[in-house]
């Protein structure tokens, strides 16, 4: 009996590690229970999310499958990270092409979505995540400026390489008072996601077509 | 437990910002807007509540010896489970705040009360402490957000029916149609300018209460 009390006492070591693993396992399982009890709503808003952004480049009318679904991975040195290829399809055609790009802006990394029709005429950009600076360079969200919207209908065909650039490069791009470098990553990203899907599209001619047929 | 003093305590004399100068990251980092400090202010009042609460019930328990590895552990725990329930069901707030909820686990005024007050106190006195604490946080996270708003974009409650539902929407206000533009009050620097300022006012409302107090107190010796 004295045994247990002195295990109880709370200067006794064991009584200290007791503790500490009970109070661990106790919030392990709130933890886990947290997880379960959320887990699956989350998942689902942030798909919503992702569709959302999607719908603000590509209209809901162009295609009936889960572009989410289909995705590639393209790497480019010019990228942060691999871009992600959606496809819509309409009736099993490919409709248009998404593509979600990381390049790095002023102030940070910048997420932009790029959607293409299958010729490579851009159907619209949106910048969805950046650092840049309020007030100099946040003209690039379509909730501050319009200037967003200059690419759509651009393409490599009806813009020739030299003109991809901002107007202080000799490009056909406004830059921003102040701010020549964000608007400068965004046209190179835009560049790089039409070179991007122009070669995906010619070594996937046939090929994923045939793949989702079954 | 002297509970107008608790409140006094929290809202100005001892306020976690203005006061103690703690928990200045969080207040730093998110204060662009009136909106966003808001919020952030509300969810540290939330966290507050739980955790004075909750080691305040199992303040028998606790070994002072270890005292500090547990009051961590419950404390993140309950910043994780807040984020992840605002995710859930909050989630265009969570939009908004992301990030920033995270932050929370660094807010020391946060573990500094849950060791100086909850750990010693019974529940009611620590919900008190909480709750007092929590709002005088959000005042000064409001304060600070609404001046680096207002100079920087001209607006003030921008979005604010995103975070508390459309019947809130008649809090957004533009202040300035023409947006005066003052860049560096959305900038970080501007975080720590409206921060001094407002410990300024404070401290000068302060002297001129004491010099008041003093200046009765004379006339009342003669």
């Not at chain 1, 390489?161 to 921003?176: E, M, N, P, S």
């Not at chain 2, 010693?120 to 000064?140: E, H, N, R, S, Y």
């Not at chain 2, 947006?179 to 560096?184: A, Q």
């Amino acid at each position: 009996m004295s045994n247990l009390g002195s295990v109880l006492n709370h200067d006794n070591p064991v009584y200290q590690a007791m503790l500490l693993s009970v109070s661990c396992a106790i919030v392990s399982l709130a933890l886990i229970g947290g997880y379960l009890a959320t887990n699956d709503r989350i998942i689902e808003l942030e798909l919503q999310d992702q569709l959302n952004t999607l719908g603000q480049v590509l209209p809901a009318d162009r295609y009936d499958n889960n572009p989410l679904e289909e995705q590639y991975s393209l790497d480019d040195d010019r990228l942060l990270q691999p871009a992600q290829l959606m496809l819509a399809r309409r009736a099993g055609d490919i409709s248009a092409m998404a593509l979600q790009l990381r390049v790095a802006g002023w102030g940070g990394p910048m997420d932009l979505l790029v959607a293409i029709e299958p010729d490579g005429t851009i159907l619209g950009v949106r910048v969805v995540r950046h650092k840049e600076t309020p007030g100099l360079a946040d003209n690039i969200e379509i909730a501050k400026s319009d200037w967003i919207t200059v690419f759509d209908g651009k393409s490599l065909a009806n813009t020739p390489t030299r003109a991809w650039a901002v107007k202080k490069d000799d490009g056909d791009f406004d830059q921003f008072t102040g701010a020549t470098i964000t608007p400068r990553a965004v046209v190179k990203a835009v560049y790089t996601a039409l070179e991007l899907q122009q070669s995906w599209l010619a070594s996937h001619k046939n090929g994923p077509q045939q793949e989702t047929q079954p | 437990m002297n509970y107008p003093q608790l409140f006094k305590d929290g809202l100005w004399d001892n306020n976690v910002a203005m006061g103690q100068m703690l928990a200045l990251c969080p207040l730093l980092a998110v204060t662009t807007s009136a909106t966003n400090g808001l919020g952030m202010g509300i969810a540290s009042l939330a966290v507050l509540i739980l955790t004075n609460t909750l080691i305040s019930a199992v303040r028998g328990v606790i070994s002072p010896q270890v005292r500090i590895p547990v009051l961590i552990v419950m404390i993140a725990t309950a910043v994780t489970l807040t984020d992840m329930a605002i995710n859930a069901w909050m989630h265009d707030l969570y939009k908004v705040l992301g990030l920033f909820i995270a932050l929370i686990v660094t807010n020391c005024a946060i573990f500094g009360h849950a060791e100086s007050f909850a750990s010693k106190q019974p529940v009611i006195p620590a919900l008190a402490d909480a709750i007092a604490m929590g709002l005088g946080f959000t005042w000064v996270l409001v304060a600070v957000g609404a001046m680096r708003e207002v100079l920087g974009s001209g607006t003030l409650f921008a979005n604010a029916s995103l975070l508390l539902g459309p019947g809130f929407a008649w809090l957004e206000t533009t202040i300035f149609s023409t947006s005066p533009d003052i860049l560096i009050a959305i900038l970080p620097p501007g975080a720590f300018m409206a921060l001094g300022f407002l410990i300024v006012i404070k401290r000068l409302i302060d002297q001129r209460l004491r010099n008041r107090e003093e200046a009765g107190l004379v006339q009342m010796q003669h």
